[in-house]
């Protein structure tokens, strides 16, 4: 084996430096000049493989993320819906507390020009996960809603989680991530309705909020002026029985 065969190319030595940085001291620890001597090359070598310190950021935030974002990905169409954004929930979760310094670079580093696109990415597939809970008929507000509310919430109690593993003050938040899990997914899913007229209204928002997803499939015979009307109406019925369900 040649010596050239066993030195890793420069690329490499530099997202593995700036990975080695991140982990030991976070987001301030990675820069030019600290790359630059980890990896053993001028600053400019840096500016020609990743354009700038952010595209350098984003490509060992993608190379850490990778394996959890295909995880996520396997989880669609892959049996019970409700089980798989439970499921979706546990990996991220356990990737945030195995990869702090990735994480916070992923969702809690401000990026004011648009949002990151591997995150962008695993929304998606959330999405795709609440929407086939929709499309079971089990979900009670929108997709949109509800996706919103699950990865927000999963996002606040990871942060809090890496700061109190930082910390070593994890015990006294020991379930905590089940517990908010559950709470959001419960009230999102659809529940056994105490009254009646709640009942009545409650059952046509869960048709209408499955009937909205099953629209993204597309429908045959429809215009695209007809499936804005059709959607629009649709979110009516969703908001009055939410209405319903609140004053029952």
């Known amino acids: 084996m040649t010596e050239a065969e066993v030195i890793p190319q420069p ?56 394996d959890y974002l295909a995880a996520k990905q396997a989880h669609i169409g892959a049996g019970d819906p409700v089980e798989q954004v439970r499921d979706g929930w ?3 979760i356990a990737f945030a507390l195995a990869n702090p310094a990735v994480y916070r670079l992923l969702y809690a580093d401000p ?22 809970i929709a499309k079971a008929g089990r979900l009670r507000t929108s997709v949109e809603s509800a996706a919103a509310m699950v990865h927000s919430s999963g996002v606040g109690v990871a942060l809090t989680l890496i700061a109190a593993q930082a910390g070593g003050q994890l015990s006294p938040y020991e379930g905590l991530a089940d517990s908010v899990r559950d709470a959001v997914l419960g009230s999102v899913l659809v529940q056994p309705q105490r009254g009646q007229a709640g009942d009545l209204a409650s059952k ?16 045959r015979h429809l ?21 319903a369900e609140t004053t029952d």
């Open 11 to 66: 690329r490499e030595r530099i997202l593995q430096a700036a990975a080695d940085l991140l982990t030991q001291g976070g987001r301030e620890a990675v820069s030019t000049r600290a790359v630059s001597a980890a990896a053993g090359v001028q600053a400019q070598t840096i500016y020609r493989h990743f354009g700038d310190m952010r595209g350098l950021l984003d490509a060992v935030a993608k190379r850490g993320y990778a």
């Open 90 to 92: 546990d990996l991220h």
């Open 111 to 132: 990026r004011p020009d648009a949002e990151a696109p591997l995150t962008g990415e695993a929304h998606k597939v959330l999405l795709g996960l609440v929407e086939g």
């Open 204 to 219: 046509a928002a869960v048709h209408a909020i499955a009937l909205k997803a099953l629209l993204s499939d597309g429908v």
């Open 223 to 243: 215009t695209p002026g007809e499936r804005i009307l059709l959607g629009e109406w649709l979110d009516r019925i969703a908001d009055d029985g939410s209405a």
